[in-house]
């Protein structure tokens, strides 16, 4: 739903065209592991209401996800009506009084997030933040606003295109100025903000999102609930382990685990590969319909503390076998995880895969819990593992060897 096309990328080293701020300390004041919640817009789109946010809310608590990490109750697209005569953003009829529903959402224990972008308009055409940076950062301030997620949208059409066609530095320059723009002023409203930054993975944000105090970065264009899409995000995440850490994070984009079509097996993989990827796990999914085994998956505490893990280190792929894939990552004390998946659309029966212990590095029999069935197994070299289609094993060796 952006109104721009896509900017080709520019090989700039980006870090050196903004006057950095002390804002990296900053920005690890929030966020030191993943940030969780839910987000209004896979599920609602441009529906959302206050009513959806309390109920939101709501079932965060009831749910259990609230007590296993889902803290973020965030605001997408859609929320906003025009500026008064000071330039003040209004809230549209959906949303009659934002201070009041954040002041709900903070009497569950949770926290708000809100959506606004650099440009004149947001994705969905709604006001943007352009030229009221200071300002909106302190209307969310005064709302108890708790994290930005702040989107490209037409500030490429509006600003880089017109004021620098053809000219892809400065393009670049503009777009860093514009979201250093906006960090500057959440900072100086005193209050710990989220800053999420969107704009779809152009120009490597993560060389230069977290030098400008951003908590988190997408990677990627939009997700959505199909595996083939899933799948394509997950491949481009490969070689963006060293960008993430503690209040940094690479963000392939919010959850679909329990939207449109995917199977059981391909919201568990979702769901693990997020997981693996230290990435926000944001769902984004209708939680007062939320099917048991979603809610299970969703709420599967060993997987999230991987996710989780302090140590912040992104899991990168080891090796893949035709269509099957192993994934590791290092957690605190030691520890690994290490993921199987099944990339294909065939099962693995008559030519099983087999885990190479070696090629992760393990030497030997090795003692694992299976995160998905919470069992103890012992992990062998070149073991057969069968694994339906878009399945995952995920394991955790707490003492490898
Ligand atoms: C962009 C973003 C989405 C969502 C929409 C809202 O497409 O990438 O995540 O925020 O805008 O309009």
Redesign the pocket.
């Known amino acids: 739903?952006?109104l721009s096309a896509s900017l080709p990328l520019a090989s700039l080293v980006l870090a050196s065209l903004i006057a950095i701020s002390p804002a990296l300390a900053a920005g690890q004041q929030v966020a030191a592991t993943p940030p969780m919640g839910w987000n209004s817009?896979n599920f609602f789109?441009?529906k959302v209401t206050d009513k959806d946010i309390r109920a939101a809310a709501d079932q965060l608590v009831s749910t259990g996800m609230k007590d296993a990490g889902y803290i973020y109750v965030n605001i997408?697209?859609?929320w906003e009506a025009e500026r008064d005569a000071n330039g003040v953003l209004r809230t549209n009829s959906k949303f009659p009084d934002m201070k009041a529903l954040a002041d709900y959402v903070h009497s569950k224990g949770l926290k708000i997030g809100i959506?606004s972008g650099p440009g004149p308009k947001?994705?969905?055409g709604y006001t943007a933040s352009l030229g009221h940076e200071e300002q909106d950062a302190k209307m969310y301030a005064a709302w108890g606003i708790d994290y930005l997620?702040y989107?490209l949208?037409s500030f490429n059409e509006a600003v880089m295109q017109k004021q620098a066609p053809n000219d892809k530095a400065e393009q670049m320059r503009l777009m860093v100025a514009a979201y250093d723009k906006m960090s500057k002023a959440l900072q100086a409203t005193g209050r710990p903000i989220v800053f999420s930054l969107?704009q779809?993975g152009w120009d490597s944000p993560w060389e230069w999102a977290p030098a400008l105090g951003g908590n988190s970065w997408?990677t990627t264009?939009?997700i959505n609930a199909h595996w083939d899409r899933i799948y394509a995000i997950l491949s481009q995440q490969e070689g963006l382990l060293a960008y993430a850490g503690p209040g940094h994070w690479n963000d392939p984009?919010?959850l679909e685990v329990g939207n449109g079509e995917l199977t059981l097996a391909e919201n568990r993989s979702h769901f693990s590969m997020w997981a693996m990827l230290a990435s926000p796990l944001l769902a984004g999914n209708d939680l007062p319909n939320m099917k048991p085994e979603v809610k299970s998956i969703l709420t599967n505490r060993d997987v999230i503390a991987i996710d989780q893990d302090p140590l912040g280190k992104q899991a990168s792929r080891v090796y893949s076998d035709g269509e099957v894939e192993v994934w590791a990552r290092h957690l605190d004390g030691g520890a690994i995880a290490v993921a199987v998946l099944n990339a294909g659309s065939d099962r693995y029966s008559t030519h099983p895969f087999h885990l190479s212990l070696t090629k992760l590095g393990l030497n030997g029999t090795q003692q694992a819990k299976d995160l998905w069935t919470g069992k103890d197994m012992e992990l062998t070299n070149n073991m057969p593992v069968e694994l339906a289609s878009h399945d995952i094993l995920l394991v955790r060796v707490a003492t490898p060897k």
Do not use: I, N, S
Request: glycine share 4%; charged share 45%; proline share 0%.
């Open positions: 739903m952006r817009w789109a441009e997408d697209d859609t959506y947001t994705c969905g997620k989107d949208c969107c779809y997408r264009d939009d984009d919010m």
